[in-house]
C-alpha cells in the first residue's frame, strides 16, 4: 500500500490539481471496491453458514 500511495504523491507533484484530484478520487473508489467484495464475500460466507446449519437443525428435529 506505501508504495502506491508514493506513487500516487508522485504524480500529484507532477500533473495539475484536477488531474490529480481525478487520480486521488479514482484510487479511493477502486480501494472502496475492494473494500466493499471483502465485506459482501465475508457476508456471503456467514449467510450460507447460517442458512446450513439452519437446514442441518431443522432435519435433526
Known amino acids: ?3 502506491y ?3 500516487d ?3 500529484i507533484e507532477i500533473l495539475g490539481t484536477g ?3 481525478s487520480i486521488i478520487s479514482n484510487g479511493c473508489e477502486n480501494r ?3 473494500v466493499m467484495e ?3 464475500g465475508s457476508l456471503l460466507r ?3 453458514g447460517m442458512v446450513v446449519s439452519m437446514i ?3 432435519t435433526n428435529l
Open 46 to 48: 456467514v449467510v450460507v
Open 5 to 7: 500511495l508514493k506513487a
Open 9 to 11: 504523491n508522485n504524480q
Open 56 to 58: 442441518l437443525f431443522i
Open 38 to 40: 471483502n465485506i459482501s
Open 32 to 34: 472502496r471496491m475492494l
Open 19 to 21: 488531474q490529480a484530484n
Open 1 to 3: 500500500m506505501q508504495k
